[in-house]
């Protein structure tokens, strides 16, 4: 089992540059979402899906753009890249049960540093 | 919206030591749901556990136990006689029923010899 997988791994990006975070899942899962995590701050919610053609913005949107043009795959756009942008990303997807919410399925994580 | 703290920012036991880690949650919502994850040293995110509103029963997982009090909205975590593979960082987290997992700052456990 695949589960949730995420490329790159690592990235390291100069000031506006633009890159794409691929995010794809093999569980069929309807809800995908990105993250960030910085020192002291936990995850934070940037974008996520509840299915093919619907995204919604999270905590931190600004600065991403994302798509969900097939249920397996979650991209993450960096339009310009930025200083502030350096972080580790997480993708996350999860069964929209109704009223059981699943655990979320984490990729491994992309560490993007932006010079 | 939903909030998490972890108040604890880092924990440092020696080995045996039981250690409690502290989550209070904040949401307006009756259903919701409640997790805690693991993030060892080499970064990956490993599921605990998962707990809706409606189920306050304690659980108990070999060394691992919840203590989750609607009263005091919280969800904490005990990890009785402690090992050094448990060192990580933990962190709580809560979903409504929109499937937006919220996550606190998390706890970093030290476990020395």
């Known amino acids: 089992n695949a589960g949730v997988t995420q490329t790159p791994k690592f990235q390291v990006l100069k000031t506006g540059q633009s890159m794409t975070l691929q995010c794809a899942q093999d569980m069929n899962h309807e809800y995908m979402s990105w993250y960030r995590q910085d020192p002291g701050m936990g995850l934070r919610l940037i974008h996520y899906?509840?299915?093919?053609?619907?995204?919604d913005q999270g905590e931190v949107p600004n600065g991403y753009n994302v798509s969900r043009s097939t249920t397996e795959d979650f991209p993450l756009r960096l339009l310009s890249a930025a200083p502030s942008q350096t972080s580790v990303y997480f993708c996350?997807?999860?069964?929209?049960?109704?009223?059981?919410?699943?655990?979320?399925?984490f990729g491994q994580g992309t560490r993007l540093t932006v010079v | 919206a939903q909030k998490v703290t972890q108040a604890q920012t880092e924990i440092s036991v020696v080995e045996k030591e039981d250690v409690t880690l502290d989550c209070v949650y904040e949401?307006?919502?009756?259903?919701?749901?409640l997790f805690w994850y693991k993030q060892p040293p080499s970064g990956e995110l490993v599921f605990l556990i998962r707990?809706?509103?409606?189920?306050?029963q304690n659980e108990i997982s070999g060394r691992y136990s919840w203590n989750f009090q609607k009263s005091t909205s919280s969800f904490n975590f005990t990890i009785t006689a402690s090992q050094v593979v448990d060192s990580a960082v933990y962190f709580c987290?809560?979903?409504?029923?929109?499937?937006?997992?919220?996550f606190g700052a998390g706890t970093r456990l030290t476990v020395k010899p």
């Open positions: 899906s509840v299915g093919a053609g619907i995204t």
């Open positions: 996350a997807s999860s069964y929209l049960g109704g009223t059981m919410n699943t655990e979320a399925f």
């Open positions: 987290a809560l979903s409504e029923a929109n499937n937006d997992m919220r």
């Open positions: 707990r809706n509103s409606f189920d306050e």
């Open positions: 949401t307006r919502d009756t259903t919701y749901y």
